[in-house]
């Protein structure tokens, strides 16, 4: 499987921006996807996940209520909205695809990852 990330970019703060991760081929419908993030001098952290259809999505404290994860089963998109961009959401944002059904909140959780695109929040 092949993630391919795309919708990065640079925003003001406040601003909104749509990130999409299309896999290469069919993720099985029960496997988990999340997305991470890596910010300059920091380690990844996990942002968002969503298992399978039907599933609640849930998030990291730092952007509940201004990120949602969704996910299109049938043209194996993953996207992740997010407005009220900070300038502390500036990093590396990667998705990936979970070993199981459940994705977990760490990444030693997830087998196939995406190149990441880039968000940058300017203040």
Avoid: H
Wanted: hydrophobic share 35%; aromatic share 12%.
């Amino acid at each position: 499987v092949q993630l391919q990330a795309s919708g990065g970019g640079m925003v003001q703060a406040g601003g909104s921006l749509t990130l999409s991760c299309a896999a290469s081929r069919r993720t099985s419908s029960n496997n988990g996807m999340g997305w991470f993030r890596r910010a300059p001098g920091k380690e990844r952290e996990f942002v968002a996940a969503v298992g399978w259809s039907g599933s609640t999505p849930y998030y990291a404290d730092s952007v509940k209520g201004r990120f949602t994860i969704s996910r299109d089963y049938g043209k194996n998109v993953v996207y992740l909205q997010m407005s009220g961009l900070k300038p502390e959401d500036t990093a590396l944002y990667f998705c990936a695809v979970a070993r199981g059904a459940m994705p977990p909140r760490e990444a030693s959780g997830y087998n196939y990852w995406g190149q990441g695109t880039q968000v940058t929040v300017s203040s």
